[in-house]
Nanobody
Framework: VQLQASGGGLVQAGGSLRLSCAAS????????MAWFRQAPGKEREFVAA????????YYADSVKGRFTISRDNAKNTVYLQMNSLKPEDTAVYYC???????????????WGQGTLVTVSS
């Protein structure tokens, strides 16, 4: 599976962005997917995850109620809708596929290249 993340950019606090992660390969449709982020000087942290069918979703407490993860298996794409953005959401966001551990652990077999989100105050 190859992953290509896009949609990052500069936005003011309170604004919105939608990240996309396009995947190649047949295993996408049977893979759990997730978004992680890494801010400068910090460790990579879990943001959101979604089961292969889209029926189960999980969020970090810091983004719950503001971010929504979804997927379109017909388009081999997973999305992260981010609303009410805060300066502390500034980070490089990575999509990941096929977890080999718990969904919130950075133990995924495949990773995208990351897309930068910058939220100005």
């Amino acid at each position: 599976v190859q992953l290509q993340a896009s949609g990052g950019g500069l936005v003011q606090a309170g604004g919105s962005l939608r990240l996309s992660c396009a995947a190649s390969g047949r295993t996408f449709r049977t893979s759990n997917m997730a978004w992680f982020r890494q801010a400068p000087g910090k460790e990579r942290e879990f943001v959101a995850a979604i089961g292969w069918s889209g029926g189960n979703t999980y969020y970090a407490d810091s983004v719950k109620g503001r971010f929504t993860i979804s997927r379109d298996n017909a388009k081999n794409t997973v999305y992260l809708q981010m609303n009410s953005l805060k300066p502390e959401d500034t980070a490089v966001y990575y999509c990941a596929a096929k977890n080999t551990g718990s969904y919130y652990q950075a133990l995924y077999a495949y990773w995208g290249q990351g897309t930068l989100v910058t939220v100005s105050s």
